[in-house]
Each structure stands twice: as structure tokens, then as C-alpha cells.
């Protein structure tokens, strides 16, 4: 059986899909924070349970073969609205986990961290960096994350056996939908405004990477040979894109649908811009990222001419707009009391 931590989320929730139907047993620890919504069409073949992973119950390692760990913050706005949270959620909740895991001989564990560790601000020399490449994260949740990759590497030993994905910018539809990630917000604006507006000039690179092919990886990092994938970390993209580009890629998939314009605007340069490399995976375990941009912007504009994530201004599309509301509804409710 496996364990998904954070598995109701934007790509926990695919990642069940896809286990499920290769035919694993698949047990998900979620808080819940968005909702359980993204797991309503599987609930009869899952093993759900509402828990925080920083006071989790360690009977829910009973049984585990392996774990995919992907609970915690997951953008930028989200770790600079609470650093302190960020920082528990992401770095020492990785930490407490994993040591829970080596206690209960579960050796494979797969830690969904991210190729923002890799930005150097668009000042910075442009360079393609890999897994050996110095990094020196700048803002929370890069650090986060990186200070997690830390923790895990060092209980690296033959009884515990992590392995580290540093996604590129995730893309594509989601039962638990997203609307503040690049590729889906150009996607939305279409949709919303006909016009696709691209700050900083469009010129910061970033890696990308479609949801689905996100969790291919983990199946494959499970399928892997142990002596192959643990201790080891992999840059997990489809390949590297100016934000420009990816504009014009998203016109062009909905050429189809409807005219849509491109506005770029010029200021700051403060945007994170970086570019990655995934020589490495593909080497060690065979693992190819198959889903493009334009297949996924068509992809996610069928689910909303479907009337699916079509309510734009709905805040759990967008995780700082959820999260500010959350905060906001448990600080009233403290002042009032019980509604009824």
C-alpha cells in the first residue's frame, strides 16, 4: 500500500488516479484544507483519513510500502503569508515524517520539492543548472523545501531511501483545480478576458511540467530500482520556456476556440527566471515527460467549455485567496462564537 501525504491536493489528487489505476492500494493524509471534493469519484477505493502530518497518527504507517510526500505549502504568496507555518509544514513536518517512516522500516520515500531552489533572480548569469549545481534559494518556500531536501538526504542510509523530484512549474487539469500557476492562468484568461498579459517583458525562463506526466514520475520512482533512485535527486520538467513562448503557445492551442490577445508589459525585474536540465532522469530510470502545453491548455479549456472549473472567482482555485479566506472565516468565528 501507499501513502499519500497531501493526496486531495492539485497534484496528490492525480497522482491517486493514476496509482489506482495501475492497480496499487492507496492510503491519503490529507488535512483537507481545500476539501475533499477532488477524491468524491474514488472514495470507495481509497483509504482516506483527516489528519495534520505534524501531529499524525504513526499507525497510519501500518502496512506501507512506500510513501509519496506532497502535504504542505506549495507556491510563493502561500509562504510569505505565514513563514513560520511554511517553514513547519514543509521543512520540519518532512522532517518528523521521514524519521516516523525509517522507525517503521518504510525505506522508499518520494518528496515532491521544487526547481525554484534553482532562481537566481533574472539579474543572475543564465546558465542551465543540474542536481550537482551550487543553489542558494532566496524566498520561503524555496528555502523550505530545500532545507527538507536536506533533513532527507542526511538519514540516507541502507534503511531509509528517499527520493527527491525538483518540479519544474506544474501545469494541466486537476479534480482539485488551479488557477494560480502560469500554463492554467493564461488558459483562464482566455477565457476571461480574451487576452493573455505577460509581465517583465516575457524574457524569465522556467521549467515546466504537466500534472499528469508528474504523476508518471512517482510511479516510475516506485517501479525504480531502490539502488537507483534512493538518495538521489531529479529534476523532473518537460523542458525549459520563456513565459513569452508560453503565451503564444496557449494562443495558438485555442486558435481553435477563440482570437486571443497578447499584452506584454515591461518594469521589474525581480521575476524568478531560471532553467533546468532532466538529462538525469532520463538517464537513470528511462523517465520522459509526454504531455505538452498545447495539449494540456486544449485539455484544460474542454473541461471549462463543459461547464467543469468554469467559475473563475471561486478562491479555491487560487491557494493564497483560499488560505487568506480560511484565516480570515477562523478569526471570525472566534469572535462570534457558534453560528447557531
Same mark, same amino acid.
Do not use: H, W
Given at each position: 500500500m501507499i501513502l499519500i501525504t497531501g493526496g486531495a491536493g492539485y497534484i496528490g489528487a492525480v497522482t491517486v488516479l493514476e496509482l489506482l489505476d495501475?492497480?496499487? &492500494?492507496v492510503r491519503v493524509l490529507d488535512k483537507f484544507l481545500y476539501g475533499d471534493y477532488p477524491l468524491e469519484d474514488v472514495r470507495s477505493r481509497v483509504q482516506c @483519513?483527516? /489528519?495534520?502530518i505534524l501531529n499524525m497518527d504513526t499507525a497510519l504507517l501500518e502496512d506501507i510500502d512506500a510513501v509519496i510526500h506532497l502535504a504542505g505549502l506549495s507556491n510563493?504568496?502561500? &509562504?510569505?503569508f505565514n513563514p513560520a507555518a511554511n517553514r513547519k509544514l514543509n521543512t520540519e513536518a518532512t522532517g518528523n515524517l521521514a524519521e516516523h517512516c525509517k522507525s517503521s522500516g518504510i525505506?522508499?520515500?518520494?518528496? /515532491?520539492?521544487?526547481?525554484s531552489v534553482y532562481d537566481k533572480g533574472m539579474m543572475a548569469e543564465d546558465t542551465i543548472q543540474d542536481e550537482n549545481s551550487a543553489v542558494e534559494p532566496r524566498a520561503a518556500y524555496a528555502t523550505s523545501k530545500y532545507a527538507a531536501e536536506q533533513i532527507l538526504l542526511s538519514m540516507t542510509d541502507k534503511y531509509f531511501q528517499p527520493t527527491i523530484l525538483r518540479q519544474g512549474t506544474v501545469y494541466g487539469w486537476s479534480p482539485r483545480m488551479r488557477y +494560480?500557476? @502560469? @500554463?492554467?492562468?493564461? @488558459?483562464?484568461? !482566455?477565457?476571461?478576458?480574451k487576452k493573455l498579459t505577460v509581465h517583465c517583458g516575457g524574457e524569465m525562463w522556467r521549467p515546466l511540467v504537466d500534472v499528469v506526466d508528474v504523476a508518471r514520475c512517482y510511479l516510475a520512482c516506485l517501479q525504480a530500482d531502490l539502488d537507483k533512485v534512493g538518495g538521489e535527486i531529479f529534476n523532473l520538467a518537460n523542458r525549459n520556456y520563456r513565459i513569452l513562448e508560453l503565451a503564444h503557445r496557449v494562443k495558438k492551442a485555442l486558435e +481553435?476556440?477563440?482570437?486571443? +490577445?497578447?499584452?506584454v508589459e515591461y518594469g521589474s525585474r525581480t521575476a524568478r527566471d531560471y532553467r533546468v536540465s532532466t538529462e538525469k532522469i532520463s538517464r537513470v530510470i528511462g523517465f520522459r515527460p509526454q504531455r505538452d502545453v498545447t495539449e494540456s491548455a486544449? /485539455?484544460? !479549456?474542454?473541461?471549462?467549455? !463543459? /461547464?467543469?472549473? !468554469? +467559475?473563475f472567482h471561486n478562491p479555491r482555485y487560487y491557494n493564497i485567496l483560499w488560505l487568506e479566506l480560511m484565516v480570515e472565516m477562523e478569526q471570525h468565528l472566534k469572535r462570534i462564537g457558534n453560528i447557531f
Open positions: 495501475k492497480g496499487y &492500494a @483519513v483527516q /489528519g495534520d510563493d504568496p502561500t &509562504a510569505e525505506k522508499r520515500f518520494i518528496f /515532491g520539492s521544487s526547481c +494560480d500557476l @502560469v @500554463v492554467n492562468t493564461f @488558459v483562464r484568461s !482566455a477565457f476571461e478576458n +481553435d476556440t477563440m482570437q486571443v +490577445d497578447i499584452e486544449r /485539455g484544460i !479549456a474542454e473541461k471549462i467549455q !463543459a /461547464g467543469i472549473n !468554469a +467559475d
